[in-house]
């Protein structure tokens, strides 16, 4: 199957960036995109992120690819509306970083195209098309659930690491990969704001250090919201995890024991560099 034209419903960050990397890969390839704001579809169609315009699901038609990259909670509608709306057999799929009740809901609809439910590991703190980047997936896993070979052969050629996963593992793995650093970065700033009252000083001496380990906390807070919420179980295990090992580090610096909080560290350490070590 060749790939002439996308769809994209919701052009923010990821969107955005489907669209020109799209594009970057193949500059015939055609782009028709949808937002809930007017000025963004303007501001996309001048920028050349897009080529036309969807006012409706329908206007999607001929599209061999649509990419649903609206807010979590309208992702199911979406793809329900596009389902109804499309005649020409279409790919569907979103970009969504929850899966486990998503994909219980797809596999209770009927559905005359085929659904796969997808989630780039890209993004940044910051949200909207301005900040879209053609280079944000190169290079970067994108996860499919329930893969096609078409999905995998266009993402694979956009310079993605395509993953396939269960919806059960995707949203295990992701939680301890993604949602709770991201609570991690938040609890990290807001030790910050609690308890500085010279903010002008500190951030005169808030340097790469805290600026790195608090950057996602700058991401959106709808989408925090969302997935906190929405991947409870592995949120709620892992805020345990993080009290137990804070009780841990606690008491041995409670009663100076170095030795035992440098094996902590240390271990912790071996972990992170272990990850990121060349295979």
């Not at 007017?38 to 006012?55: F, H, M, N, P």
């Not at 206007?59 to 389902?83: K, Q, R, S, Y």
């Not at 944000?136 to 694979?156: F, R, S, W």
Request: hydrophobic fraction near 45%.
């Amino acid at each position: 199957m060749t790939v002439r034209t996308i769809g994209i419903v919701g052009l923010g960050l990821i969107g955005g960036s489907i669209a020109l990397r799209a594009k970057a890969a193949d500059p015939g390839i055609h782009v028709i995109g949808m937002s809930r704001s007017s000025a963004t579809v303007a501001e996309a169609i001048s920028l050349g992120v897009i080529d036309r315009a969807a006012a409706t699901f329908s206007d999607f038609e001929g599209a061999d690819i649509v990419f649903v990259c609206t807010p979590i909670p309208a992702v199911l509608e979406t793809l329900i509306g596009l389902d109804d709306a499309l005649v020409t057999p279409t790919i569907l799929t979103d970009v969504a970083s929850l899966k486990g009740a998503l994909a219980e809901a797809v596999a209770q609809q009927t559905w005359r195209h085929s659904v796969v439910l997808g989630h780039p590991m890209a993004g940044k703190e910051t949200s909207g098309l301005a900040s879209a980047d053609a280079e944000l997936l190169v290079g970067k896993t994108y996860i499919l659930i329930d893969d096609t070979t078409v999905l995998t052969t266009v993402l694979t050629g956009w310079g993605c690491h395509v993953v396939g996963l269960t919806a059960t593992d995707h949203d295990r793995l992701v939680g301890y990969a993604s949602h709770l650093p991201y609570l991690a970065s938040v609890l990290a700033t807001a030790m910050a704001k609690n308890s500085v009252s010279d903010i002008p000083l500190f951030s005169k001496i808030a340097a790469s250090g805290f600026k790195d380990t608090t950057r996602v906390s700058a991401s959106d807070p709808e989408w925090g919201a969302d997935v906190l919420m929405g991947n409870r179980e592995t949120v709620l295990a892992g805020i345990e995890s993080a009290k137990m090992l804070l009780a841990e580090i606690e008491d041995t610096i409670r009663t100076g024991d170095q030795p035992r909080l440098r094996a902590i560290l240390s271990a912790i350490k071996a972990f992170r560099t272990g990850l990121y070590s060349p295979k």
